[in-house]
């Protein structure tokens, strides 16, 4: 049985999806799951992260556990707790959810500390584990999809500064390898998409996707950190804003860690953007 944390986020649907496609019994979990948020026939229940013992019941028969790190909750989970409650169930296997922050950013409170201290914990469990270090998100875009409809307009800082986004697809594809596959313990994989891409050409992807203008606006730092505020803690948004703007060679650089094991080269901003395009209508 393989158990998914973070289920209805933008890596743990498509890993549920993927996984329930091969025919493996699978469970999916968030905190507000239901229904209408897995496919046909896949199991669910509810748990919390922050709260380790609500898992105890979702881990029971499971031999792998897909552990997202809690995102902007990270700070309040008790990883130790956790994977304590997933040993004693059964498991055998996780495979972490993490941040690239973790090598590119180790002095941020939110990208570095909190995130290594997760990752020391799997390392430490006496689990099989492997953990998985994502840049930027291709569906950070989905932040621009309300004034795309309304406007067909998009406003972000830094327009021409570039990063090699990751599509949430691969990272969930390069997920179930690691979950369903041999050859992955002990390995911690950097996962980008196939080459930088700025602001300003992933809205002109979004406009082609569109099939009609948008407009672009380049804000300032000041008027991305005041827009970012109202769902994100102040010291993620420092650092998101700092990797933005002032991104490291490492953050700019390309890894060859999902071409390696997916075997095909990673999907391009433009391909997220086409197949999400119905978020922009």
């Not at 969930?172 to 700025?198: F, I, K, N, W």
């Not at 994100?232 to 953050?251: M, N, Q």
């Amino acid at each position: 049985m393989y158990v998914v944390t973070g289920a209805t986020g933008n890596v743990g649907r498509s890993l549920v999806r993927i996984l329930a496609a091969a025919g493996e019994p699978v469970r999916a979990t968030s905190r507000n799951i239901s229904a209408a948020g897995v496919p046909d026939g896949v199991r669910y229940a509810r748990a919390d992260l922050v709260d380790a013992e609500s898992l105890r019941p979702v881990l029971e028969g499971a031999g792998t556990l897909f552990l997202q790190n809690g995102g902007p909750s990270m700070h309040r989970l008790a990883p130790r707790a956790l994977l304590g409650v997933a040993k004693a169930a059964g498991v055998g296997r996780v495979v972490l959810l993490s941040s690239q922050g973790v090598v590119t950013r180790p002095a941020s409170a939110s990208h570095g500390h909190t995130a290594r201290a997760i990752e020391d914990a799997v390392r430490e469990s006496g689990l099989e584990w492997t953990v998985l270090r994502p840049g930027g998100f291709a569906s950070n875009a989905y932040a621009w999809a309300e004034s795309v409809r309304a406007q067909r307009l998009i406003a972000a800082p830094f327009a021409d500064t570039g990063l090699p986004v990751v599509d949430p697809d691969d990272i969930a594809e390069v997920a179930a390898a690691a979950m369903t596959e041999d050859g992955h313990h002990t390995r911690a994989y950097e996962l980008t998409g196939p080459a930088p891409s700025t602001p300003r050409e992933r809205a002109a992807a979004v406009a082609e996707a569109l099939g009609e203008p948008v407009r672009f606006v380049e804000q300032t730092r000041d008027e991305a950190r005041e827009q970012m505020l109202r769902f994100l803690p102040a010291p993620v948004v420092e650092t998101t804003l700092d990797i933005l703007g002032e991104p490291t060679a490492a953050e700019q650089r390309v890894s060859p860690d999902t071409e390696r094991i997916l075997g095909r080269a990673p999907r391009t901003f433009a391909d997220w953007a086409a197949r999400h395009i119905a978020a922009f209508r």
